[in-house]
């Protein structure tokens, strides 16, 4: 059996071969469908690494876990990939790769760049679907990269959610082979996906979606494509909608990396694509129909006014006869839309609805349910770790919801206003965290994994940069899964998530003698992100929750009800008001100072006068800690604490970090989880970039070290300006940490060129 095999050499019997992937994409090079060339490196090559190397055994005994628990799957999965990275391939399958890596090259007349791309097939069940279980390889180019890309596919088929999804499907481990496909790169200036027929109804339209640069955006949701509608029959366009676009996904020519830059200006709401295209597209859809038998939902780019097809497979979706025969008619484009909001956090998930309107209803949230509530709380949590996907009414961007559900992973669509009232108790809907909406039923691509999202920033190299690029942690569960970023500590743990779980209020511990309990409860979360962090640093901010958080919760009767919890009671004013609670907090980071965590800094939320800074710190100092050996910073949230920032510097403290998220709203009067404003926040309003901008240059003219935790951290723009104007480090959520180094190490090399240039 073949090592290696050329693209054009298979077809779709070749599935035991080169996977459900690597077969229709030679199917479609037979058929005279344009695709891009390559080769593949076949599931026998795989099995033959596996087997002449004898670690098959101890690599399939080592999978036996527990898949319901997450730390056994974790550890399965990092010994699992441990065993196939670590283990040398025979020297044989090395030399075929390269070799035909290198064939490739003089094909295409220079190095090319390639996707390396995951195609995995079951021996038994060769239809088997494991698509987006595996992982993809962007822009790799020479003949070590190639073949390292080709390691890390076979290693990625033991991938946490690889081994979990087989094991909820009944597959067994050792009877599922990966093909590895190694394909020219296409570097669209357009791309998107489209459908031969209507994916809901069958009817025979071609439904394009487009957008401006690669693929990477449209297929997870990450921007709003234009989107055509054809009618087969008649070869006409019958719709067009245009949308606003942007952002877009580019390759740097030089390295070769994905880099996400905003639409420029012109493009923004332009056209995507000519008639000419859209027809020659639909010619595509209706010739690979034919062939298949069967509507197909492909994937599709431009490069040159040359039209490349990346991908088709059968639309899953067509089986609705009923509505086969009578069209809702107020369908948009080829998807009804239920309610739309603010695209929380990317990923597409199908499932049933569970309306959520108390705790007495969590438990109706089964695995992969839509979780539809007014707004999530964080007693919440552990149903919305089984959700597929949450739906609220209310929020912004920034709200409980949004950075819970990037934590989790977990795609999210918020501010919806109206979806308890609009969904239906029990209805099949699917919920894009990327474009923000809520479609009836299941439509196609619905089981595409929100780590797509991911994927575009999860370059396989990671740059080094003078500007520390940190992670924010809300959940301790989250701390390996943020450790593995590589980032350079953690810019902020959010303790109230932490402690609103426990699912009492601090008051309540306080009232009830059970304060050891607590601290012990506080030591055990933070310990876990602290230790897979160390010696990196982690900034512990202490309780920030509005009093109506805890209305919930045990003890919560005694919560004040307050007009605008958002200006009230919260952050270092319940600190310094209730110091009983403050001192727990102060004794809990002592102890984790005392067993060797030396890496636990302090962070106070909400500041608004040096007193404050003040006080907090004479309060740690009679709790006994060092203030010598800890780091004792705040956060800029509110202008008063900014332009006010130098008497902050001359109290003494070791750092500050910009909340921009409360910075924004206060700054601007704009609530941010007022889904009614939701359009009025930005946090590049120029008062808000003037007073970071002030803070910063004060701390740096002192030596205090200057960060930023909110969730404009995360955003490309953004952490350019704040490298430009110098700031230390930049916190950014877990998923975007990638992507954020990425545009940090551009950033700083380019000032450096610019300075060179000066000179
Ligand atoms: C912020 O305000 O930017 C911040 C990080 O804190 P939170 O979102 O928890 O209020
Ligand atoms: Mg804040």
Same mark, same amino acid.
């Not at 740097?252 to 493009?267: A, C, E, M, S």
């Not at 992973?409 to 308890?420: F, L, Y």
């Not at 008051?507 to 933070?526: C, D, P, R």
């Given at each position: 059996m073949a090592t290696v095999v050329w693209l054009e050499e298979v077809g779709k019997d070749d599935i035991p071969v080169v996977g459900g992937k690597g077969a229709s994409l030679g199917e479609m090079i037979n058929i005279g469908v344009p695709v891009p060339g390559g080769f593949a490196v076949t599931a026998q090559a795989f099995r033959d690494f596996l087997d002449r190397s004898g670690i098959a055994t101890k690599l399939f005994e080592s999978l036996d876990v527990d898949v319901n628990n997450n730390k056994e799957l974790a550890r399965a999965e990092a010994e699992a990939k441990e065993i196939v990275l670590s283990t040398r391939v025979p020297v044989d399958i090395e030399k075929a790769v390269k070799s035909r890596y290198q064939e490739l090259c003089e094909r295409e007349g220079e190095e090319v760049f390639v996707a390396v791309r995951s195609s995995a097939t079951a021996e038994d069940l060769p239809d088997a679907s494991f698509a987006g279980q595996q992982e993809t390889f962007l822009n790799v180019r020479g003949a070590d990269a190639v073949f390292e890309a080709v390691r890390k596919c076979w290693a990625s088929l033991y991938g946490a959610r690889a081994i979990f999804y087989r094991v909820e499907q009944g597959f067994e481990h050792d009877k599922v082979n990966l093909s590895a496909i190694v394909q020219k790169m296409v570097d669209s200036e357009k791309s998107g996906v489209m459908f031969s027929s209507h994916p809901s109804t069958g009817e025979p339209q071609v439904i394009i979606e487009g957008a401006w640069g690669l693929g990477e955006m449209v297929v997870s949701g990450s921007v709003s494509p234009d989107n055509y509608v054809v009618d087969r029959a008649r070869k006409e366009i019958i719709d067009r909608r245009i949308a606003i676009k942007e952002i877009m996904a580019v390759r740097d020519l030089k390295t070769g990396d994905t880099v996400i830059n905003p639409v420029p200006k012109d493009r923004k709401e332009a056209v995507v694509l000519k008639d000419s295209e859209i027809l020659s597209l639909t010619n595509y859809a209706e010739v690979l129909e034919k062939h298949y038998g069967i509507p197909q939902?492909? !994937?599709?780019?431009?490069?040159?006014? /040359? #039209?490349?097809?990346?991908?088709?497979?059968? #639309?899953?979706?067509?089986?609705?006869?009923?509505?086969?025969? /009578?069209?809702?008619?107020? !369908? $948009?484009?080829?998807? /009804? $839309?239920?309610? &739309?909001? %603010?695209?929380?956090?990317?990923?597409?998930?199908?499932?049933? @609805?569970?309306?959520?309107?108390?705790?007495?209803?969590?438990?109706?949230?089964?695995?992969?349910?839509?979780?539809?509530?007014?707004?999530?709380?964080?007693?919440?949590?552990? *149903?919305?770790?089984?959700?597929?996907?949450?739906?609220?009414?209310?929020?912004?961007?920034?709200?409980?919801?949004? #950075?819970? &559900?990037?934590? %989790?992973?977990?795609?999210?669509? @918020?501010?919806?206003?109206?979806?308890?009232?609009?969904?239906?108790?029990?209805?099949?809907?699917?919920?894009? =965290?990327?474009?923000?909406? $809520?479609?009836? =039923?299941?439509?196609?691509?619905?089981?595409?994994?929100?780590?797509?999202?991911?994927?575009? =920033?999860?370059?396989?190299?990671?740059?080094?940069?003078?500007?520390?690029?940190?992670?924010?942690?809300?959940?301790?569960?989250?701390?390996?899964?943020?450790?593995?970023?590589?980032?350079? +500590?953690?810019? %902020? %743990?959010?303790? !109230?998530?932490?402690?609103?779980?426990?699912?009492?209020?601090?008051?309540?511990?306080?009232?009830?003698?059970?304060?050891?309990?607590? $601290?012990?409860?506080?030591?055990? +979360?933070?310990?876990?992100? *602290?230790?897979?962090?160390?010696?990196?640093?982690?900034?512990?901010?202490?309780?920030?929750?509005?009093?109506?958080?805890?209305?919930?919760?045990? +003890?919560?009767?005694?919560?004040?009800?307050?007009?605008?919890?958002?200006?009230?009671?919260r952050g270092i004013r319940r600190d310094l008001t209730d110091t009983d609670h403050f001192r727990l907090e102060i004794s809990a980071f002592k102890r984790l100072h005392e067993a060797g965590l030396t890496n636990v800094g302090i962070m106070l939320p909400l500041v608004q006068h040096v007193s404050e800074l003040r006080k907090a710190k004479e309060i740690m100092v009679e709790e006994g800690l060092d203030l010598e050996t800890i780091d004792v910073g705040i956060m800029v949230e509110t202008p008063g604490a900014a332009l006010t920032i130098e008497e902050f510097i001359e109290e003494g403290l070791d750092f500050v970090s910009f909340g921009t998220n409360d910075l924004t709203q206060y700054t601007l009067a704009v609530d941010r989880n007022n889904e009614n404003v939701a359009k009025l926040y930005t946090e590049l309003h120029p008062a808000v970039l003037k007073l970071i901008e002030y803070v910063v240059e004060e701390c740096r003219e002192a030596g205090v070290k200057t960060s930023i935790c909110g969730q404009a951290g995360s955003y490309p723009e953004m952490a350019k300006r704040l490298v430009e104007i110098g700031i230390t480090s930049i916190s950014a959520n877990i998923d975007a940490v990638a992507v954020v180094r990425e545009t940090v190490a551009r950033s700083e090399l380019k000032m450096m060129l610019d300075a060179l240039r000066e000179r």
């Amino acid at each position: 059996m073949a090592t290696v095999v050329w693209l054009e050499e298979v077809g779709k019997d070749d599935i035991p071969v080169v996977g459900g992937k690597g077969a229709s994409l030679g199917e479609m090079i037979n058929i005279g469908v344009p695709v891009p060339g390559g080769f593949a490196v076949t599931a026998q090559a795989f099995r033959d690494f596996l087997d002449r190397s004898g670690i098959a055994t101890k690599l399939f005994e080592s999978l036996d876990v527990d898949v319901n628990n997450n730390k056994e799957l974790a550890r399965a999965e990092a010994e699992a990939k441990e065993i196939v990275l670590s283990t040398r391939v025979p020297v044989d399958i090395e030399k075929a790769v390269k070799s035909r890596y290198q064939e490739l090259c003089e094909r295409e007349g220079e190095e090319v760049f390639v996707a390396v791309r995951s195609s995995a097939t079951a021996e038994d069940l060769p239809d088997a679907s494991f698509a987006g279980q595996q992982e993809t390889f962007l822009n790799v180019r020479g003949a070590d990269a190639v073949f390292e890309a080709v390691r890390k596919c076979w290693a990625s088929l033991y991938g946490a959610r690889a081994i979990f999804y087989r094991v909820e499907q009944g597959f067994e481990h050792d009877k599922v082979n990966l093909s590895a496909i190694v394909q020219k790169m296409v570097d669209s200036e357009k791309s998107g996906v489209m459908f031969s027929s209507h994916p809901s109804t069958g009817e025979p339209q071609v439904i394009i979606e487009g957008a401006w640069g690669l693929g990477e955006m449209v297929v997870s949701g990450s921007v709003s494509p234009d989107n055509y509608v054809v009618d087969r029959a008649r070869k006409e366009i019958i719709d067009r909608r245009i949308a606003i676009k942007e952002i877009m996904a580019v390759r740097d020519l030089k390295t070769g990396d994905t880099v996400i830059n905003p639409v420029p200006k012109d493009r923004k709401e332009a056209v995507v694509l000519k008639d000419s295209e859209i027809l020659s597209l639909t010619n595509y859809a209706e010739v690979l129909e034919k062939h298949y038998g069967i509507p197909q939902d492909i !994937e599709w780019g431009i490069e040159d006014n /040359k #039209i490349y097809i990346l991908q088709s497979r059968p #639309i899953t979706t067509i089986n609705n006869k009923k509505a086969a025969r /009578k069209p809702a008619s107020s !369908e $948009v484009g080829d998807k /009804k $839309v239920l309610v &739309s909001g %603010l695209g929380a956090s990317p990923g597409v998930a199908t499932g049933a @609805v569970r309306i959520v309107t108390g705790t007495r209803d969590l438990d109706k949230v089964t695995k992969g349910d839509i979780m539809v509530t007014v707004m999530t709380m964080p007693d919440m949590v552990p *149903a919305m770790r089984r959700a597929g996907a949450i739906v609220t009414d209310e929020g912004g961007m920034t709200c409980h919801a949004a #950075i819970v &559900s990037r934590e %989790l992973g977990c795609p999210a669509v @918020v501010g919806t206003k109206n979806a308890t009232k609009v969904l239906k108790e029990g209805e099949m809907v699917t919920a894009d =965290g990327g474009r923000g909406k $809520v479609y009836q =039923g299941a439509v196609a691509r619905a089981a595409a994994p929100a780590a797509a999202a991911v994927a575009v =920033g999860a370059a396989p190299y990671r740059p080094i940069t003078a500007t520390e690029v940190k992670v924010n942690v809300s959940m301790p569960e989250a701390a390996e899964q943020a450790a593995a970023t590589g980032a350079d +500590g953690v810019g %902020l %743990l959010r303790l !109230e998530h932490l402690i609103l779980g426990l699912g009492k209020t601090p008051s309540y511990f306080i009232k009830n003698g059970l304060t050891e309990e607590y $601290v012990e409860e506080l030591v055990k +979360g933070i310990r876990v992100v *602290a230790d897979a962090f160390y010696p990196r640093p982690v900034w512990v901010r202490t309780l920030d929750a509005p009093t109506d958080e805890f209305r919930g919760m045990e +003890g919560g009767d005694d919560e004040p009800f307050e007009h605008n919890p958002m200006l009230g009671w919260r952050g270092i004013r319940r600190d310094l008001t209730d110091t009983d609670h403050f001192r727990l907090e102060i004794s809990a980071f002592k102890r984790l100072h005392e067993a060797g965590l030396t890496n636990v800094g302090i962070m106070l939320p909400l500041v608004q006068h040096v007193s404050e800074l003040r006080k907090a710190k004479e309060i740690m100092v009679e709790e006994g800690l060092d203030l010598e050996t800890i780091d004792v910073g705040i956060m800029v949230e509110t202008p008063g604490a900014a332009l006010t920032i130098e008497e902050f510097i001359e109290e003494g403290l070791d750092f500050v970090s910009f909340g921009t998220n409360d910075l924004t709203q206060y700054t601007l009067a704009v609530d941010r989880n007022n889904e009614n404003v939701a359009k009025l926040y930005t946090e590049l309003h120029p008062a808000v970039l003037k007073l970071i901008e002030y803070v910063v240059e004060e701390c740096r003219e002192a030596g205090v070290k200057t960060s930023i935790c909110g969730q404009a951290g995360s955003y490309p723009e953004m952490a350019k300006r704040l490298v430009e104007i110098g700031i230390t480090s930049i916190s950014a959520n877990i998923d975007a940490v990638a992507v954020v180094r990425e545009t940090v190490a551009r950033s700083e090399l380019k000032m450096m060129l610019d300075a060179l240039r000066e000179r």
